[in-house]
């Protein structure tokens, strides 16, 4: 099934569901393609309705917001912009959650549990530790510690 946008010659606008263009182009020419508001079976396709601005947005049409190249990431090989990235995503972690150290097991559970108030945490765990929280259904994520230890 695909939707057309459809226009009458009265102005009225409404959406049509076809099995395929095909379909739509044979229906319209038999006169099949009918206006819900006023009947006419006079209707032509036209853009769809998201990239088609209103009567009024017109008179001011919006800025085209042009994507601004990041400086930090343009021209740079795949292997630095994983690293750009990664350490983004690292500070990212690390502004938005608490630091509980060695806890983290224990407090990841708590949490879990309606123990302590849900926030996100972060911490070191063993592996064991780790598939444990992991068999009790917690969501939990590993990210390797950066070799230059940035973390503290
Ligand atoms: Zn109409």
Known sequence: MIVFD??????????????SAREFASQRRRGLVGCPSCGSSKVKRVPSATRFSTRTELKNPPVPQKAQPDPQLAGRDPLQLAQVLYSRMLDEILTKTEDVGTEFPAEARRIHYDEAPARAIRGQATQEEHDALVDEGIPVARFPLPPTGRLN
Do not use: N
């Open 6 to 19: 459809l226009l009458c010659d009265q102005g009225h606008r409404f959406e049509g569901w076809f099995g």
